[in-house]
């Protein structure tokens, strides 16, 4: 049976979920209509929020979203790199890294957008977000063939289009091999 302290922090920590769900509800809702104001609110909550939970990893990458969506990248990057540093769930730590690595690249900070999509591709080898995200990081720094050996591949695992589907044997061979030409059989 749990003792006063085990409930009364049960409690506080279920209270804490509920704010955090809510201010996460009210950052999606501000993000989706472009909203200052909402953005703002709910980024403040948010920092509230962390004030009481100052190693919660979770609050910390929320806050860092909220920033972003704000249009205000510069400051998202620290709390993206702290909830990282602090230790992030799985789908979280995904969305933290192409969050902090298509920021650094929106930044022109390239080199640590490649850096930082790269571990992300590594750790998330099937999220397609973060391949792409890394793939324009790569054109960035002069990476155009893996770039496009990048986007070429994901096109073709996911698209429907006929045109494509009928040519992909050849896609997926040039995606890796686009400097070689075929030599003239004359």
């Not at 998202?76 to 690249?105: E, M």
């Not at 096109?155 to 050849?170: A, I, N, V």
Request: include cysteine.
């Amino acid at each position: 049976m749990a003792d006063e302290n085990e409930v009364e922090t049960m409690t506080e920590n279920n209270e804490a979920h509920e704010r955090l769900a809510k201010a996460i509800e009210l950052r999606e809702y501000g993000r989706a209509k472009q909203d200052k104001v909402i953005l703002s609110e709910a980024r403040n909550l948010l920092l509230e929020l962390l004030e009481q939970n100052p190693e919660n990893a979770e609050i910390t990458y929320q806050i860092g979203i909220s920033y972003d969506n704000a249009g205000l990248s510069d400051k998202a990057i620290p709390y993206y790199v702290k909830a990282i540093d602090q230790g992030l769930s799985q789908s979280s730590l995904a969305r933290c890294l192409l969050g902090l690595g298509s920021t650094y690249r929106l930044l022109g900070q390239y080199h640590h957008a490649v850096e930082t999509l790269r571990r992300g591709v590594t750790e998330f080898p099937d999220h397609r977000g973060l391949q792409i995200f890394y793939a324009m990081a790569l054109y960035n720094i002069g990476e155009h063939k893996k770039a496009m050996e990048l986007v070429l591949n994901n096109l073709m695992e996911t698209t429907d289009d006929e045109t494509l589907q009928y040519f992909k044997r050849g896609i997926s061979f040039y995606a890796q091999h686009l400097d070689e030409t075929w030599p003239s059989k004359e």
